[in-house]
């Protein structure tokens, strides 16, 4: 941001850094994650648009919260490929004893390949998990496992990824 100073000028002014700080105005609060998601950039609106729910997001933090035992979250993806009908991923978010709280699924654009099929599923499940807890403002649970996926090399991809510091969007 910048402040003008002095107008010299109709096409010249004299301008200064600003000092003070100017933020973005926040998004309204969701009511419902439909209404978060559509909040969202055009490419998780897609990744996310055929989430169905067992519970309520409300719900599954209540579960999490106040349940009788610690819950363990697991996200389990899968994806495929056909090389004449194209691509298609599918994730579930559910607990450790077998209790499923929400599926995604969808179609995968681009070249049919497998390997790019079972990486959107798993980028599907980890942005539905991460945005199931940003809408409710609480912390993923340290109790979360990834099980990312079927396909080795998918895994092996993911294990190698984890030697880089930077992150790039």
């Known amino acids: 941001p910048i402040r003008v100073l002095t107008h010299t000028s109709p096409t010249r002014i004299h301008i200064a850094p600003c000092t003070e700080t100017v933020q973005a105005p926040k998004p309204p609060i969701a009511a419902t994650f439909e209404d978060y998601v559509a909040q969202l950039p055009g490419w998780e609106r ?26 363990v979250l697991v996200i389990a993806s899968d994806g495929s490929a056909t090389y004449h009908r194209g691509m298609s991923f599918g994730a579930v978010i559910g607990t450790h004893s077998g209790q499923t709280l929400a599926t995604t699924m969808g179609p995968v654009t681009g070249r049919p390949q497998a390997h790019r099929a079972e990486s959107i599923g798993v980028l599907a499940g980890s942005r539905l998990l991460l945005h ?11 109790s979360t496992e990834l099980i990312t996926s079927d396909s080795q090399k998918v895994i092996n991809t993911l294990i190698r990824r984890q030697q880089y510091d930077r992150v790039y969007g």
């Open 46 to 71: 897609e990744l996310l648009s055929h989430t169905e729910w067992t519970l309520t997001p409300f719900e599954i933090l209540q579960l999490l919260q106040n349940g009788p035992e610690p819950h």
């Open 132 to 142: 199931l807890f940003q809408l409710m403002d609480t912390p993923i649970p340290e």
